[in-house]
């Protein structure tokens, strides 16, 4: 499952065409290991074992068993082959520019959001985060690629709130602000009887958290 992203920033390597949402567990298990997840970062351009093994400072046997894993596990894919002195080299490069573990791959240990929907939990925006998540992992799994790009919009801030009143305001305004938009550009979710609503079904999900930032 690989999305290509529709903007690309200036001087962005080639290998970030595209994030690849990782939703079997073997797979999974394959890539978090070391130095597995090295070998994938150098492999945003193509290299050969012999090349990773130097760079790593790790012993080429070792490292080109890594490398064959990962190929058979398609985390790696064969582009050419280039010549070293006398010997001739397959390159690899990774199967994508980053990567993303399915929120299902936990199954009912995965947050959840709560049934009663209480916004200020903790649990309840993880939940909205994965939901998020398992959504887009479905939307790659239904045939997203790069000849039909998902029409997505994420808007990301850092802020400060002078207090607890001031924040409590803030996400008030914002509240508000978001039933406006949603009741002057939308169409109800589900139609009578819960049938699907006219048009193109979307989630919005808008949050605001702490940092660890000083």
């Known amino acids: 499952m690989r999305y ?8 962005e390597p080639e290998a970030a065409r595209g994030v690849e949402i990782i939703a079997d567990v073997e797979r999974a298990a394959i890539l978090l290991r070391d130095p597995r997840r090295r070998i994938l970062e150098l492999a945003r351009s193509p290299l050969s074992a ?10 080429r046997q070792r490292v080109g068993y890594h490398v064959r894993v990962l190929a058979d596990a398609g985390l790696l894919e064969g582009v050419d082959v280039a010549r070293r002195g006398a010997m001739v080299e397959k390159r690899y490069r990774a199967s994508a520019g980053a990567y993303a573990l399915a929120p299902d791959l936990l199954g009912p240990l995965a947050a959840r959001m709560t049934p009663r929907g209480d916004r200020e939990s903790l649990v309840h925006l993880l939940g909205a985060v994965h939901e998020v998540q398992a959504d ?8 997203a690629s790069a000849a039909g790009r998902l029409p997505t919009l994420t808007l990301s801030s850092r802020i400060r709130l002078r ?7 803030f996400a008030e305004a914002l509240v508000r ?23 193109e079904p979307f989630r919005l999900t ?3 958290h702490p940092t660890s930032e000083p």
């Open 50 to 59: 012999v090349e990773m093994a130097e760079s790593l400072d790790e012993p």
């Open 163 to 169: 207090d607890a009143a001031a924040r409590g305001a």
């Open 177 to 199: 602000a978001l039933a406006d938009a949603v009741a002057a550009h939308t169409a109800p979710f589900e139609g009578s009887e819960g049938a699907p609503g006219e048009g």
């Open 206 to 208: 808008l949050t605001l």
């Open 136 to 143: 887009v992992a479905r939307v790659l799994a239904a045939g």
């Open 4 to 11: 290509e992203p529709t903007i690309r920033a200036p001087g």
